[in-house]
């Protein structure tokens, strides 16, 4: 299986500020350096579901801010809040889906400091 | 807009099994698979499998495979879970999501939370 590995396991960032979480992978998640890779990432709130905000390892979906970016290559990737907002507190995950099975990294915990 | 509801909660005994269904909405039901991720508290998400309701083809996990079952009711649009054999390990949130058979998730259920203790 693919092990994806986030770090750091939390962290607290002052509103406005800049919050980078990692996530790396096991092994590559694109067939070349020349494509896409196979991630995507999520945010989740206390008690809800999971919400997808990006795929394609920085494709975002409708909808989600500009502030969320995410970046990275083969087995090391990025999601980045440009501007901390209250709403951003929640525990972020990365998902590969270039192998089966679909796994995901153990979560990011962004808290406002 | 796409929803995925799910049905309530289920407390059961070890050994006991459980059938969660998810009922979409918002969308063709045949035309995307319908996936069952499971959530132990704190921990990551877990991937358990996929039912397609175009022609009710599935593929599980292997940490649950010869437990779990998926099947689909296309007539209602709606898909089920089942996990038999439930230990105190089982205990999670239980969420289905609209997917491929390999990609990401979107959108999401709500979670059927399952506590399994005696």
């Known amino acids: 299986d693919f092990v994806l590995t986030q770090f750091p396991e939390s962290l607290a960032v002052s509103l406005g500020e800049r919050a980078t979480i990692n996530c790396k992978s096991s092994?590559?998640?694109?067939?070349?350096?020349?494509?896409?890779?196979?991630l995507a990432w999520y945010q989740q709130k206390p008690g809800q579901p999971l919400r997808l905000l990006i795929t394609w390892t920085s494709t975002r979906e409708s909808g989600v801010p500009a502030r969320f970016l995410g970046s990275g290559s083969g087995t090391d990737f990025t999601l980045t809040i440009t501007t901390l907002q209250p709403e951003d507190v929640a525990v972020y995950f990365c998902q590969q889906y270039y192998g089966t099975p679909p796994t995901f990294g153990q979560g990011t915990k962004v808290e406002v400091k | 807009q796409v929803q995925l509801e799910q049905s309530g909660a289920a407390v059961r005994r070890p050994g006991a099994s459980v059938k969660i269904s998810c009922k979409t909405s918002g969308y063709s039901f045949a035309t995307y698979h319908v996936n069952w991720v499971r959530q132990a508290t704190g921990q990551r998400p877990e991937w358990m499998g996929w039912?397609?309701?175009?022609?009710?083809?599935?593929a599980y996990a292997q940490t649950f495979r010869g437990r779990v079952t998926m099947t689909s009711n296309i007539s209602i649009s709606t898909a089920y879970m089942e996990l038999t054999g439930l230990t105190p390990d089982d205990t999670g949130l239980y969420f289905c999501a609209r997917g491929l058979s390999l990609g990401w998730f979107d959108p999401w259920g709500q979670g059927t939370l399952v506590t399994v203790s005696s």
């Open positions: 039912v397609n309701p175009d022609g009710d083809g599935t």
């Open positions: 092994r590559r998640l694109s067939y070349t350096s020349n494509h896409n890779s196979y």
